[in-house]
């Protein structure tokens, strides 16, 4: 069992840096013992799943620097919701959040969460005045601890878009539309063959940095990395370590929980993780970069986290 603890230094250090590591969400009973303190959370003798969640993101935030935060994907954070995350955190901890699915989702998929919607098209997709009005200025009191918003695109078909170049045009037209020079703004997509030069020419254009996604149907990290340097001067850099290349989401689901220990060590995408953030501390000046690491990648983003910081001072 690692000692998270032991890790806090070196995770500040790269803070003051601008290169901000945290999790993927921060609510898994399987850091009990680990991260959070076994026992803090009980009530009458019992483990109380909802003061758990309710008060484990104040331990979370006195290792990590940073989170991204998963529910604002479902729905558009309201001010309650956000006073209630910043309440818990210090200064300068930096949330990051994946932009509501409202605005990124060019159908809405035939799931029942969304229902009457469901399997038609999204009037709302890529509507810069709904995101100003709905996402971004619930956050504008809360500036201080927002670090990345991510627009993540799930894996769009030749019905969404017969060539990549008019995703890029449609992506073009929304961010000339954002303010992109006062936040950190960064896009995810889910379809390799869009990893061009007109995409990356496009984002660097606005400001706006790539996500590098380890996920099942996209390129590995290290071969994102090889497609397009990151140019932390320019744009702010994302990093998302979600699952190995090829591995079903529900597959690892279903094989790591409850994300309390490695299941199966993922040496390449750590090895390029490690690079990625000495390539970004070679310019310490540049914008702020976030990476994150999800419990699906090997079965406990804590320790994949300290293996990574392992190599980085190796």
Known sequence: MIDVRSIRPSLQRLAQSGVFLGTSSWKYPGWLGQLYTTGAYEYRGRMSKSRFERHCLEEYAEIFPSVCVDASFYRFPGERYLEDLAGQVPSGFRFSHKVTDTITLKHFPRHERHGELAGRDNPCYLDADIFLQSFLSPLQSHREKTGLIIFQFSHFYSSDYEY??????????????????????????????????PYFETLARHGVGHVYNQWQRMPSLSRQLQLNAPDRKATPVGCRLLLKCGRPYKNAVESFQPYDRIREEQNEARMASAGLVRQLLENPRGRRSYLYVNNRLEGNALATISAILALLEG
């Open 164 to 197: 990549g170049r008019d995703f890029v045009d449609d992506l073009d037209a929304f961010l000339s539309k954002l303010p992109t020079d006062e936040w950190d703004f960064a896009v995810e997509i889910r379809n390799s063959s869009f990893l061009k030069k």
